[in-house]
């Protein structure tokens, strides 16, 4: 029997005569058996290849075949725009069988959100957060809602996996797993990942069910790629001005700051000119996804807020503004376009220095090579299990020691985690107030209630951290945010206090920071502000990729005019110092130069070692080191030592002397040693660090 009849009667009805469908794509009809046949799994397709229905339908047939109560199903996303995005065809699929889907989080009026634990829905699409919000709260029967749960649908899977959300969410169904009491189906959805398997395995958890990977056969990949060098800011907004008219484009550009920039020069070039990004309120990012949609002489200038999987209609192309961080973030982007009959992925890359260049050019090396980089949950987030602990004290009303572990001890990220971590765990809370302990009942402490709760009850809902933001208002309007560190940095400067913000220039009126808002009127000009993100770190198969481009004396087909000539200038500067296994040290003008093209992870504690052997200060970058008055002789005379050095000793030596940034909120809940492992985790890359030493050498005849 087919996929397709092995759906419901009334699915497959509703198929044919609303959707005019008599056949599933590949990836639908492998989805549909797996599904079936009770299997968890990780769905891959290309962005728009039909992802969400191989998922959904065989779910909708399960709830219809097996008479499921609702709630029956999750459909969880990362980002509450991609919920909205989706929430009219989930609900179109769900209705045209007589069931329904609710999409539920902090935006959706308190009435819609009544009337659903009222009355629920067979399909609910949530966030993680408002997942947590729903087993906290007090008005929110969580057991009586998800005891009849049989299946979670996870899209876009690999941007939960490789960090602290992902940990969250599933460390969540876990403690859902306990309310319905049964083995929960577990679906999680990708376009770009280079491990699925282990997502899978990841995504688990306590779930007896088999596991199958659902990738079908796919057609080689025909892409449309260009890479350009231009000059400047000004250079760049003029071209892609030009090469938008008449078309509908995503700018993609590598920080909030650089998307204002770019927006504000493009405008007034002929196409009309949208900004997208996290700190732009949530009325005109919505805006610019609507008035984005209908138009045909359009450009979003964007962050990886338009990454995901958001529908804008149909796409002609995407510019990339210097290079994105990762092959998996330019396959997201590219995968934007080519949806339209006749039309391939495409990408231009509009380069504003030689190193962007390089860095697009091994880039899209890498994507042609079919490589993806590998996600890594992390398996000992104790910080996490911190998070959880508080949580779970509010959910429970109070919980034991005893009853911690049981509820998420079978989630992934804890598996590494010993029970003596546990221990230490809860008596540092314990010890720091931040847990109370009465006759064997875990609560709430007075640190902890200063800290999470209250006023800041909040911060309970979400495992991740944001510096504390100004809401920018005019009158009425919220406009976005700015980070509070830049307006105060900005208190003591000469004159009034003038910056751009989602595409338009605002003078400071008043600040009030009891209230968190920022007063601001129109401008004729101002600044970009500042937003201060994590340190962007390039992997080491990138930045070896990057080392290659630059030894190989191929050319590499897609570069414009401008950018052969940047790259064979660059070839040429980089002579002698990109052999196979080498790592060369060369004298320059500011003093010595070791070209690792390790990473900034590995570079960062070669740094460290390096610093301790000469007595001087190692600058790290992901392609090099650079250090002043070593001279060439220390430097190679330190890096002759580095084979003897405790790399996992140095790096939590390293963080144990450094000033401890917050990683994390509940960062302040770790006992010394588990913030030490957390630190060296996200800082450092031990192994890797290892591997380099040992198979890298200072070669004697190193320029200089």
């Known amino acids: 029997m087919s996929a397709f009849h092995r759906l419901h009667p009334q699915l497959r009805h509703a198929l044919v005569n609303e959707l005019g469908w008599r056949s599933l794509r590949p990836v ?44 029956a199903a999750l459909y969880v996303c990362p980002i509450r725009a991609l919920l909205n995005n989706q929430e009219a065809r989930v609900q179109r699929y769900a209705r045209m069988v007589g069931l329904d889907a609710f999409k539920w989080h902090g935006d959706v009026p308190g009435t819609a959100r009544a009337r659903f634990l009222r009355e629920p829905a067979h399909v609910l699409m949530i966030t993680p957060e408002s997942l947590e919000v729903m ?76 596991y199958r990977r659902v990738d079908p056969p796919r057609p080689p990949t025909v892409r449309e790629l260009r890479l350009d060098f231009l000059e400047n800011t000004s250079e760049v907004a003029a071209e892609a001005a030009r090469l938008g008219q008449g078309k509908k484009s995503l700018v993609f550009v590598e920080s909030r700051a650089e998307a204002e920039r770019i927006a504000g020069a493009m405008a007034g070039r002929g196409v009309e000119v949208f900004i997208h990004h996290s700190a732009v309120s949530r009325a005109d990012r919505e805006l610019a996804e609507e008035q984005f949609a209908r138009g045909h002489n359009t450009a979003i200038v964007c962050t990886s807020t338009m990454e995901l999987g958001i529908d804008v209609g149909d796409l002609d192309q995407v510019l990339q503004v210097d290079a994105p961080m990762s092959v998996a973030s330019l396959l997201q982007r590219m995968g934007r376009t ?99 302990e009465s006759e064997g009942v875990l609560s709430l402490g007075l640190e902890g209630e200063r800290l999470y709760g209250r006023k800041n009850f909040f911060e309970l809902y979400a495992v991740f951290s944001s510096p504390p933001l100004l809401r920018v208002m005019h009158g009425p309007t919220e406009i976005g945010t700015v980070q509070a560190t830049f307006a105060r940095s900005q208190e003591d400067g000469q004159g009034p206090l003038c910056f751009r913000l989602g595409g338009r ?151 144990g002397d450094a000033v401890r940034g917050s990683l994390s909120k509940f960062q302040r809940c770790l006992p010394p040693r588990l913030e030490a492992k957390l630190l060296v985790e996200r800082l450092y890359d031990v192994e890797g660090t290892r591997a380099f030493v040992s198979t890298h050498r200072v070669p004697s005849s190193s320029p200089g």
């Open 28 to 71: 639908q009809e492998l989805a549909t058996e797996a599904i079936l046949d009770g299997c968890n799994a990780v769905v891959l397709a290309p962005t728009a290849g039909g992802k969400t229905e191989a998922s959904l339908f065989p779910v909708l047939s399960r709830i219809l075949s097996e008479e499921l109560a609702p709630v």
């Open 135 to 210: 087993l906290i709260s007090q008005k929110t029967d969580a057991r009586a809602l998800f005891r009849g749960l049989s299946a979670v649908i996870i899209d876009e899977v690999h941007a939960f996996a490789r960090d602290d959300r992902g940990a969250h969410l599933v460390s969540v169904l876990e403690r859902l797993v306990r309310f319905c009491g049964q083995d929960v189906q577990r679906i999680g959805l990708s376009a770009t990942v280079g491990n699925p398997d282990a997502i899978g395995q990841w995504l688990m958890g306590s779930s007896r069910r088999p």
């Open 338 to 436: 080519g949806r339209r009959e006749g039309l391939r992925s495409n990408c231009t890359f509009l380069c504003q220095s030689p190193e962007s260049l390089l860095q697009a050019a091994a880039l899209v090396r890498l994507a042609e090579r079919g490589w993806v980089e590998d996600v890594c949950p992390p398996a000992k987030a104790a910080h996490v299990l911190a998070h959880q602990v508080l949580a779970l004290g509010l959910q429970e009303g109070g919980v034991s020691r005893h009853q911690v572990l049981p509820w998420v001890a079978a989630a992934s990220p804890f598996r590494g985690l010993e029970e003596e971590d546990v221990r230490e765990l809860v008596e540092t809370m314990l010890a720091r107030r931040i847990l109370h």
């Open 505 to 655: 220039p605002w003078l400071v009126v008043h600040v009030d920071w009891d209230r968190g808002t920022c007063q601001v009127q129109p401008a004729e000009k101002g600044r970009v502000p500042s937003w201060l993100g994590p340190p962007r770190n390039l992997s080491w198969m990138l930045c070896q990729e990057m080392k290659r481009t630059l030894a190989e004396e191929a050319p590499v087909a897609v570069l414009g005019k401008a950018a052969q000539v940047e790259l064979a200038a660059l070839r040429q500067q980089y002579e002698g110092l990109v052999g196979e296994g080498e790592a060369p040290l060369e004298v320059t003008d500011e003093g010595v130069q070791w070209h690792t093209f390790a990473g900034g992870a590995i570079n960062r504690l070669l740094a460290a070692a390096l610093e301790v052997e000469t007595g001087r200060r190692w600058t790290p970058g992901n392609l090099s080191l650079k250090v002043k008055d070593a001279g060439l002789s220390g430097a190679a005379l330190a890096i002759a030592a580095l084979p003897r050095v405790d790399w996992g000793e140095m790096a939590s030596a390293q963080v």
